[in-house]
């Protein structure tokens, strides 16, 4: 098990190494210079060169990207004129837009996406796996059918239209929820969920049919398997076989997806963000794309591909425990 | 009278698989069901215990069970039923309990629910029960999960699950044909002995008619969903009235008859020679240690042994599909020289292709092979040669039988012209009457082209119905290696010995017993 660990610690930064290796090199070459977005319309030469040292722009590639990584491991100083500011590790740099430094910028955005992905995926899961095993359950019933055809409705609605629809129903015409915005946890807990309520909703509601589908199709390939027979052979309810045997077996291919999907939901909330006024990363990443400001998209980047990674690590933990046969190696 | 079916119809969707059975099991009695895949044997087994309800299989006639119809019993009822009173032994034991839970548990909580006695005890039962099956340290196993354990111990535990209830009926569906012989041999004794301890009746449904034979007093021939023939099982098999038993009977390969007409084989040179080879898989045990054979041109190579015996994995590195770790194989062609044919004809096309597309396939391979209308020609022979028709060329698989779809890979190994023919338990999936005219095939054309055969099997009558040679191996090594009339009648390794004495066979097929 420690060894396992080890390796999977190593992996993962090999993983983050790599992702922001790429981070850094495509922004290099795609066009565009954020000094001169920083100088504004009227801009002297001598300006921009200024703000390109300040930046560090004026060194080669390789050698920003040797101190973006010495910053991240050891910490680095950071002088504009007199002055030195010192960003201690693990630094990812400041901001080239709004000159604050970024892990505090992230930090910030993070209990936002947070709150959104975990409590979407509580419902997602939910309403996913419980809708998945009534199809299951009863598979070609009226049911089963009326699920499949909700559930290919909410896939094939972009997250936009049913958040506009959920806010006009709520929001406007109902007038049941305030207009979202972000209350921290912390803060008032009720008004927390109050807000986050629709765009967890929006959200879930897009994602749970996957596993709806996942469940649907695990189950019925299990209650079709040799071993089910055997507990039908020997008189034990179907209720039991279903609840104690069918079910275990259906839950561990969800916990894979799960553990990639929630990791990955947590930097591409972007859209759900946008529409109900969250700032969480996915804003953040965007507008930092837009603004070529490399140290926040290089910071937003890294934090969500760590998502992922520790997503699927806790996965296949998870899994080992969950089937004995899943030996960790 | 213990159990009595009368009538027994099992209809599917367009077709019915029982076709208005009877018979009956008296107390303590044994009867074998004995029929081809498709017969209906394994179908009648699963209606005995009302497994069909809730299918879309139409089930009429009765099962009666110490005076009580089984089929028209409420659900509840007949839960109460099964496992207590009536309990099923499956075939694959691979699969037949829940990867999830310990092999205890699943026995405990089955004697629990029928008992209704406290946890405690149960597992103590299950305990007692894992030991009456033979199962080692039992006391330590029962909290082991299935895939801990082998397929043999898989097969001894469901049998302990059925025995923890004693039951009255124990149906056995197939229970060793997954196994091998040694352990078979294990399982049917084991079987036996409970049934003179216990008293119970056995209902044992098998394709194989030596098994029936050793396990039964009775045994009822099914084909086509109907009863052929039933009877005391010495009487039936050795005096069959009914000509469908006879051809069953007929076609049994045997363990002591000499292969048919054995040509007197002339000194020839070595097709293919394996000097020292040794393999073994990444993070396994040695698949195969320092083997050195070889296999003349014109000769058949049977190669028998048991799961996880290196058979397979040598048969792959003398066709040349899997390079030795050490060692070296010497063979004088090209790639398409060496063919061979699987056990699963099924898997082993395309199932998208038509039949002459995947025949044909070895000479398309070829850089200056022939084309065009040469190619149509050439698998319209190859066809012809294994007894199909031009007309299997536009067919598909699927609209093949199993017999059908071997002989078709036996066609696409020939189409090459190859010198050396590899069969890896290639009779192996198909039904005695079919194996039979697989066999004979393989001998013909063998004979006919000259070709070097190495004939791969766990099954020992079957090799020896086509070897001239016999190589016996055991966990990757080779025990034994003798011409197949020395093998057979005067074999010198204990192993050996022993694979043949466990080898279930036909009555009066064995000189040495009585």
């Known amino acids: 098990m420690t060894r396992y660990l080890l390796r999977r610690i190593v992996e993962t930064l090999a993983v983050l190494l790599l992702l922001s290796a790429c981070v850094y090199a495509v922004f290099y070459v795609l066009p565009g210079d954020p000094a001169r977005l920083i100088c504004g319309k009227i801009c002297l030469p001598d300006q921009l060169t200024a703000i390109h040292q300040k930046l560090g722009l004026d060194q080669p590639l390789w050698e920003q990207y040797l101190h973006f990584l010495q910053g991240l491991v050891a910490g680095r100083d950071y002088s504009s004129g007199p002055s030195v500011n010192h960003c201690p590790a693990p630094c990812l740099g400041y901001s080239f837009q709004t000159d604050q430094p970024v892990t505090g910028l992230l930090l910030d955005r993070l209990p936002v996406s947070l709150s959104l992905t975990l409590g979407a995926a509580v419902l997602w899961l939910v309403i996913g796996v419980g809708t998945g095993l009534v199809s299951g359950l009863r598979p070609g019933s009226l049911a089963d059918r009326a699920l499949t055809a909700v559930a290919l409705a909410g896939t094939a609605t972009p997250v936009f239209v049913l958040g506009l629809v959920l806010l006009l129903v709520f929001c406007v015409y109902l007038a049941w929820l305030p207009f979202p915005g972000y209350v921290p946890l912390t803060e008032d807990p009720v008004a927390w969920a109050q807000n986050l309520l629709l765009p967890w909703l929006t959200l879930a509601l897009t994602t749970a049919v996957v596993y709806s589908r996942l469940t649907r199709t695990t189950l019925l390939e299990i209650l079709a398997e040799d071993h089910i027979r055997t507990l039908r052979a020997y008189g034990v309810p179907e209720r039991r076989i279903i609840g104690r045997h069918a079910l275990r077996g259906t839950l561990t291919p969800i916990i894979t997806l799960f553990g990639l999907h929630v990791g990955t939901v947590l930097g591409s909330t972007v859209l759900t963000e946008s529409l109900f006024g969250l700032p969480g990363l996915g804003k953040l990443l965007i507008d930092a794309v837009n603004t070529i400001d490399v140290p926040v998209v290089v910071g937003a980047t890294l934090l969500s591909g760590f998502a992922i990674v520790v997503g699927n690590t806790l996965a296949d933990l998870l899994y080992h425990f969950a089937d004995p046969r899943v030996h960790l190696t | 009278m213990t159990l009595s079916v009368k009538g027994l119809t ?230 069959p009235a009914e000509p469908y038993t006879r051809e069953l009977v007929d076609a049994v390969p045997r363990l002591h008859t000499p292969r048919a007409a054995p040509e007197p084989a002339a000194p020839r040179n070595a097709a293919v020679t394996v000097h020292g080879v040794s393999h073994h898989y990444r993070r396994g045990a040695h698949a195969l240690k320092g083997i050195s054979l070889e296999v003349r041109e014109g000769e058949t190579l049977g190669i028998v042994g048991e799961s996880g015996s290196g058979k397979s994995t040598l048969a792959r590195i003398m066709a040349g599909l899997l390079p030795p770790t050490h060692g070296r194989v010497a063979f004088d062609g090209g790639p398409r020289m060496r063919q061979m044919v699987f056990q699963d ?170």
């Open chain 2, 10 to 239: 099992v209809r599917y969707p367009g077709v019915t698989a029982v076709d208005d059975l009877s018979f009956d099991l008296p107390d303590g009695g044994s009867l074998a069901v004995v029929g081809e895949s498709g017969s209906g044997k394994s179908t009648t087994a699963a209606a005995l215990l009302g497994l069909h309800r809730g299918t879309r299989a139409q089930v009429t006639g009765t099962v009666e069970l110490d005076g009580v119809d089984l089929t028209t019993l409420p659900d509840e009822r007949l839960r109460a039923v099964r496992g207590r009173r009536i309990a099923m032994v499956f075939q694959d034991p691979l699969s037949a309990l829940d990867p999830f839970f310990t092999v205890g548990d699943q026995i405990a909580s089955v004697y629990r629910l029928h008992t209704r006695a406290a946890r405690r005890a149960s597992r103590q039962k299950a305990v007692e029960v894992l030991n009456r099956v033979g199962i080692p340290d039992a006391a330590r196993r029962v909290r082991a999960h299935p895939h801990e354990f082998s397929g043999g111990m898989r097969q001894r535990a469901l049998i302990a699950m059925a025995l923890a209830l004693e039951p009255s009926v124990l149906v056995a569906d197939e229970p060793t044909s997954a196994l091998d012989v040694t352990v078979q041999a294990q399982i049917l004794t084991l079987l036996a002995d409970l049934r003179a301890q216990s008293g119970m009746a056995l209902l044992f449904v098998t394709h194989d008619l030596a098994v029936a034979a050793q396990i039964a007093d009775d045994v009822l021939v099914m084909r086509h969903g109907r009863a052929v023939e039933r009877g005391p099982v010495r009487r039936v098999l050795t005096a």
């Open chain 2, 345 to 514: 004809p099924a898997s082993s096309f395309n199932p998208r292709r038509q039949i002459g597309a995947s025949v044909a396939e070895p000479l398309l391979t070829a850089r200056s092979g022939p084309a065009g209308d040469a190619v149509s020609d050439a698998v319209g022979d190859a066809l012809e040669r294994v007894g199909l028709g031009p007309e299997y060329t536009a067919r598909y698989p699927h609209e093949l039988s199993g017999g059908q779809r071997q002989r078709a890979a036996i066609a696409r190994a020939l189409i090459a012209r190859p010198k050396l023919m590899i069969c890896d338990e290639a009779v192996s999936a198909l039904d005695v009457t079919t194996q039979a005219g697989i066999l004979r095939l393989l001998t013909d054309v063998q004979r006919e082209l000259g070709l070097a055969m190495v004939f791969v099997s766990h099954d020992l009558a079957v090799v020896r119905q086509v070897s001239d040679r016999v190589a016996v191996m055991k966990d990757g090594e080779l025990v034994e290696l003798a011409d197949a009339e020395t093998l057979f009648e005067a074999p010198q390794h204990p192993y050996t010995r022993l694979l043949l004495s466990t080898a279930p066979a036909l009555d009066g097929d064995r000189p040495d017993s009585h």
